[in-house]
């Protein structure tokens, strides 16, 4: 790999052993993806995890001296003080939640805690070169804002905020842009649910190729895309994917197949649809809680809950995980007094795959996300995976049926 | 009698051990870290160990933290696998492996997968680029 002046002296210490650490993980990288040279980035996002691995390393670096040259926005871990007032957290996860917040302040990134930064915070613009971890971010600034990242993991995406660097392969290179496989969607697609579904269904049948959508409504939410992109890079490993006439790259099927044939075509049916949703929900019956914001809820999801629960009463506990902006925009406006009213509450900086929800363990709950069905496997945690609308009816009776 | 395979070092180490193959992709998170044994629903290798494994895959999947958090656990506990053979190579999953020094290979030969069964005995060597299958 052809080094600048710079990143040669980065690697050869001169920087620190921190940046050492970084580049040389990075120089590594690299050479596994045949990457010619480094290049700058300017955006980085990390996904913090709170989890051991996540500490151990961020606090290696910190104790090695590094400190960030473009401050990344970080993941949520979960909110500790509000945590300590509706249940109990263990000593052990008080601290390991107080040293995760500690070493990424050291290191000097933006505690966010959100998921969502590229609606709020970090948004790229068109063509940036970027280095963004987390599931529903790569894809979302990759197709919905044409800039260029590739699938980072929390850690090389934190080795680049260190460095100002990444290495140059993959998605941050025009041919690899190219759709690949032509997804023709003969299924119903018409709320931001049935995107959630399409992007978990689609996977397994396209083997790392970049997928083109067709025949999509031309217009989705913002909430659509994130949902498509969240579950397309959790059921399998797509950090791109094209919609014909709705993403940059991608104003016509010519353009977004670079001129070139696709290499097969599936289709998406209705059955196909019900099929996954049928696979990944967890049995009907009687709930302990509803759960959402698995990726963040925004405002005009916020908006959606607080008007559907507005003057009733539910019979669980319901939740909407979001970011601190957000939640301070739905205080404002009144949607969270009407949730709280009802007995639903908004808990920012808070991830679903976090100890806080231990109270919830053992537990069944109603979601709209497969996401965060998919992930909370590991704490046996069950869910009934239902459109928004059809999570608060069931919040609102106990029950899903 | 030994078969050896050319293979493109993607995180460096030797080692020998026994073969486990998915036809799915896989996500280290979803690995029990006490047991070494897969949890993931509908998984090909649902309920079965990986510890002390060279584990055959095509890809990596989950999200951008998850696969160094499932890998960190298991190289604490002992029950994560002793070896990682893929064909797609994607960032998180290879960031992850070269920070847990874990060794990991791709671009195989197509005969080492014509040939090679559950329970072979197999040799990785990711510094040269080798891989031997020895019984």
């Excluded at chain 1, 049948?205 to 895309?225: E, Y």
């Excluded at chain 1, 639903?344 to 363990?361: A, H, N, R, S």
Aim: aromatic share 8%; charged share 25%; net charge negative.
């Amino acid at each position: 790999m052809q080094l600048t002046v710079e990143e040669q002296e980065m690697l050869d210490g001169k920087y620190g052993k921190g940046t050492q650490i970084a580049m040389k993980i990075q120089v590594a990288l690299g050479e596994v993806f045949d990457a010619p040279k480094m290049v700058q980035v300017s955006r980085t996002h990390v996904a913090l995890s709170n989890q051991e691995a996540d500490l151990w390393f961020v606090e290696k670096l910190v104790n090695a001296g590094a400190t960030c040259r473009v401050s990344p926005t970080v993941n949520p871990g979960f909110n500790l003080e509000y945590f300590q007032c509706i249940t109990t957290i263990s000593k052990e996860d008080e601290q390991t939640i107080r040293r995760t917040r500690q070493a990424y302040k050291e290191i000097g990134a933006t505690l966010t805690f959100d998921c969502t930064p590229y609606l709020e915070k970090n948004v790229p613009r068109f063509g940036e070169i970027t280095a963004f971890s987390e599931s529903s971010a790569t894809p979302f600034i990759n197709s919905v804002y044409g800039a260029r990242t590739n699938r980072e993991s929390a850690q090389s995406a934190l080795c680049a905020a260190i460095t100002g660097r990444t290495p140059l392969y993959g998605f941050l290179l025009d041919e690899n842009r190219k759709g690949q496989v032509l997804v023709d969607v003969q299924a119903d697609v018409k709320n931001d649910f049935d995107y959630q579904l399409l992007g978990y269904a689609v996977p397994k049948k396209l083997q790392f190729k970049t997928p083109v959508f067709v025949n999509l409504p031309t217009n989705p939410s913002p909430a659509a895309l994130m949902n498509l992109g969240a579950q397309l890079n959790t059921a399998g490993n797509v950090p791109m994917y094209h919609i014909v006439g709705v993403t940059p790259e991608a104003r016509t099927i010519e353009d977004a197949f670079q001129g070139d044939e696709p290499e097969r075509i599936i289709t998406i049916t209705q059955e196909d649809l019900d099929q996954v949703h049928a696979e990944i929900t967890d049995p009907v019956g009687k709930i302990d809680f509803a759960l959402f914001g698995c990726p963040h809820f925004n405002l005009n999801q916020v908006a959606q809950v607080a008007e559907l629960v507005k003057g009733k009463k539910l019979k669980v506990k319901l939740w909407i995980m979001t970011s601190s902006l957000t939640k301070e925009l739905a205080t404002r406006m009144g949607y969270l007094e009407t949730l709280q009213a009802a007995g639903g509450d908004i808990v920012d900086d808070t991830c679903m795959d976090q100890p806080c929800w231990e109270f919830l363990y053992g537990k069944k709950g109603v979601t709209d996300s497969p996401k965060c069905a998919y992930y909370t496997k590991r704490r046996n945690m069950q869910f009934v995976i239902r459109k928004v609308e059809d999570c608060i009816e069931a919040a609102m009776r106990g029950e899903v049926s | 009698m030994s078969e050896t395979y050319a293979c493109h070092k993607v995180s460096e180490g030797v080692i020998e051990g026994e073969v486990l193959l998915s036809t799915d992709d896989f996500c280290f998170y979803l690995v029990d870290p006490k047991t070494g044994i897969v949890i993931e629903k509908n998984h090909c290798l649902e309920g079965q160990s990986i510890a002390d494994k060279i584990l055959v895959f095509p890809s990596g999947k989950g999200s951008s933290v998850v696969q160094a958090d499932g890998m960190y656990q298991l190289k604490m506990s002992g029950k994560g696998p002793k070896a990682l053979i893929i064909k797609y190579p994607d960032t998180v999953l290879v960031a992850s492996s070269i920070i847990m020094e874990l060794p990991v290979v791709d671009r195989v030969p197509k005969d080492f997968y014509e040939h090679v069964k559950n329970g072979n005995q197999i040799r990785v060597d990711a510094d040269h680029g080798q891989l031997t299958i020895q019984s």
